[in-house]
């Protein structure tokens, strides 16, 4: 779309017309020669003086006017907009911290395909589904095993972050379990975020066996900084020892933060807790828009040079033309005798 970036500085274009109205006009003291052979000198030269005079009168006019308007054009900036860009501003910042400890690698989840897979690969799925719907989040991917570990920092790339959880093995981050410290980390990461939501999801299978700060020590931090977590038990309530789900702690790490604990039995009840918190967790998408703009004031300015270049050019040649004419002219002489005019060899 076109338009003028100061559409109000047009409307000094009837100034030149102004001014001519409301000055008085220049007075010229023209001196004449009068020669009384001038009709015959006239008529041997031809009209073309008077002709180029009765031009000059007109050309100037028209050129000053189209160059006042378009210089005048050129101040007013002339823009081409382009369509608009819509550009989405993450309202979130939602980090994933994702257990990896060898009990992940039990294989009591049943996949879409009706198939025994293991605790991780159920979470892949479900969670990849998830990830995909967080549009104008910022998500972030922390693994942890013995230690917690930055997997993937925040972006609004969800396709890189459900990339780096597939390549997630069980075991990779140490077999035992540091969700205390895992939390820890995250609150650290969300130091350097300004968004206005900031959320962590918790997925894990066994009690904090690792971890330097207990789960509940590390949510209240967490809770001091806005942050709310929820937390996802993925396993079996009856196991013991180590590998224990220790559902009391993960009730108090959500609750110490405004958050919710969910149990995920199997992989249906997995998607229904992502699906629920859809629901909870919803969040308005702000977006921005943009709209390109070009500059085409340089082309009206070019303009304006290229039509005085040429008119230059045509006054030179005809200043010229008449020179050469006014040259021949004074090689006419007139017969005293005859009263006839004669050229002069």
Known sequence: MFVFAHPWLLLI????WLLRLMLPPMDSNCVAVRVPFGERLTAVLGNAETTSTGRRLTRPLVVS????????????????????????IPTRDLLLLV????????KDFVNAKNEKVDRLTAVKEVLG?????RKGDRVGLVVFGDAPYLQAPFSTDLSLAKRLLDECQVGMAGPRTALGDAIG????LFDNSNAPAKTMIALTDGNDTKSLVPPVEAARVAAQRDIQIFTVAIGDPQTTGEDKLDEQTLRDV???TGGSYYFAADRN???GIYDEL????VHEVKTVSHRPRHDLYIWWLLAALLISMIDKLVVTFKEKRSRAKVNAASRVNVNPRTGKLEVVS
Request: glycine fraction near 4%.
């Open 13 to 16: 274009l009837p100034l030149p």
């Open 65 to 88: 006017l189209v160059v006042w308007t378009l210089l005048v054009a050129a101040l007013a900036r002339p823009q081409w907009i382009e369509p608009p860009i819509t550009k989405e």
């Open 99 to 106: 257990d990896l400890s060898g009990s992940m690698d039990q």
């Open 129 to 133: 589904d998830f990830l995909l719907r």
């Open 185 to 188: 980390l995250g609150v650290n």
């Open 254 to 256: 959500s609750l110490a």
């Open 269 to 271: 009840a997995l998607a």
């Open 278 to 281: 859809d629901k909870i967790n």
